[in-house]
């Protein structure tokens, strides 16, 4: 019976060549069956280098999404992760705990900013704003206001791809447009302008604390991610916009919720992005780097303010619990990764990465097809003129050895922190090389 399951039709297409079976029956993200991609096997990764299928190695300026920090095979996470397999793989989290999800949370709490020491484990960094939605609106709820429903946010953010998070994503530039007529209706604002003498900063300026103003009885939250906006547009503003947000919604009586999935555990040349406005949100997000990259593991992270005042009300508990919440062998993951984040230096590691970002990809702002060059902390990009083909463009990358991928009119790195001077200046080199060519 066993042979017989294994000899169906997909089965005999798999052995016969896989690669074929798998670009005609996988979807990538935000890639097509009828016109697919070029998607390149990988065998094995060690370091800042994954090794493809027919041998070939290349440097990884992606960290895999910006959650590889330590680069892969790290043996200090193999190792945290063989002895936790020996004793528990998963359990439960309804009823049930372990140690290493305690242990994780107090260190969470510990480095975080100051006064977010309840915590809420999520599966994915979507999922963490999902619960923060959730425990904002909850919140309201149990304050006898249920009209406060809405969220207020600036345009160009990213947030995720559940519904909750695509309703706080840009809904004219991101990537979520087909969706707006099913989409919770959020409030948007201007997004500030990168420098604070930019027109787009004082009317982002204006425009938040208006709406704040005149619906503030409709707003439960507002949520943005702090310094650094990821996938909406690899933008970069003023620090002084969080910090005057977080008066704002002081004022107007609001909770603030920070999204730092992308800008946690030291990317944005701070711990956390909240650091460099001296803040603290109501309701903070992590994931991506949390474990090193090794598993998918996330978190919210809340106040006690909020926390009593959702289990205080009806039905006096939090309504969300995921299947995998705070698996054992992701919280291993995750610890052994923050006790290498503070012994490898992060600091020193990500400052090293900025200067060599700033001295080697700062010199593409000189080609014809460059529009702008932006560096800050552990990021690198490099906004083009036009739009990249996202078929021939990726596929240069790895003809020179490196592993870049670009998306909508950007070209940037977000290398582990371990890369090597070598490394990172072979992968400036290779993106002016192959820009300048455009």
């Known amino acids: 019976m066993t042979k017989d399951f294994f000899q169906g039709p997909a089965q005999q297409a798999y052995s016969q060549d896989w690669l074929a079976f798998e670009r005609d029956a996988l979807w990538h993200p935000y890639s097509s069956l009828t016109n697919p991609i070029t998607a390149y096997p990988v065998v094995s990764a060690h370091g800042v280098r994954l090794t493809l299928e027919d041998g070939r190695e290349l440097i990884d300026g992606m960290a895999s999404w ?79 206001q249920a009209n406060r429903t809405r969220l207020l946010t600036i345009r160009s953010g990213y947030h995720g791809d559940t519904f909750g998070a695509m309703s706080v994503c840009d809904p004219v530039g991101g990537m979520h447009s087909l969706f707006q007529e099913v989409l919770p209706q959020q409030f948007f604002v201007t997004a500030p302008g990168a420098t604070l003498n930019s027109s787009d900063y004082s009317r982002s300026l204006d425009e938040l604390e208006q709406t704040l103003r005149n619906d503030r009885n409709k707003i439960a939250a507002m949520i943005l991610e ?69 598993m998918t593991l996330a978190a919210t992270l809340t106040t006690q303010r909020v926390a009593e005042g959702i289990c205080n009300g009806d039905p006096g508990v939090f309504m969300h619990g995921p299947t995998f919440m705070a698996n054992p062998l992701a919280c291993a993951a995750a610890n052994a990764s923050l006790e290498l984040l503070f012994e490898n230096g992060w600091f020193t590691q990500v400052s090293q990465i900025e200067a060599i970002l700033n001295r080697e990809l700062g010199q593409c702002i ?67 090389d192959i820009l300048s060519a455009l």
């Open 226 to 294: 702090p310094v650094v906006q990821g996938a909406g547009g690899m933008r970069f503003y003023p620090a002084d916009y969080v910090k005057y947000a977080r008066e704002l919604c002081d004022r107007y009586d609001v909770l603030l919720i920070a999204d730092e999935i992308a800008t946690g555990f030291g990317r944005s040349g701070h711990l956390f992005a909240c650091d460099a406005a001296g803040i603290s949100p109501d309701i903070l997000c992590v994931g991506k780097a949390l474990t090193g990259g090794y």
């Open 66 to 144: 910006w959650c590889v920090i330590h680069g892969y095979n790290h043996p200090s996470i193999n190792q945290a992760l063989h002895d936790q397999i020996e004793q528990v793989s998963h359990v439960m989290f309804g009823g049930l705990t372990h140690r290493p999800a305690a242990q994780l949370a107090a260190r969470l709490i510990d480095i975080t900013p100051p006064g977010l020491d309840k915590l809420f484990f999520a599966d994915s960094g979507s999922v963490s704003v999902e619960v923060a939605i959730k425990m904002a609106l909850q919140f309201w709820q149990a304050q006898g």
């Open 366 to 432: 000189d080609l014809p097809a460059v529009k702008d060059v932006r560096v800050k902390g552990a990021i690198g990009v490099v906004e083009l003129h036009e739009p990249v083909d996202m078929h021939s463009l990726p596929e240069q990358f790895v003809q020179r050895g490196v592993w870049i991928r670009p998306f909508r009119n950007l070209v940037y790195v977000m290398p582990p922190y371990v890369i090597s001077e070598v490394d990172l200046n072979y992968l400036c080199i290779t993106i002016r």
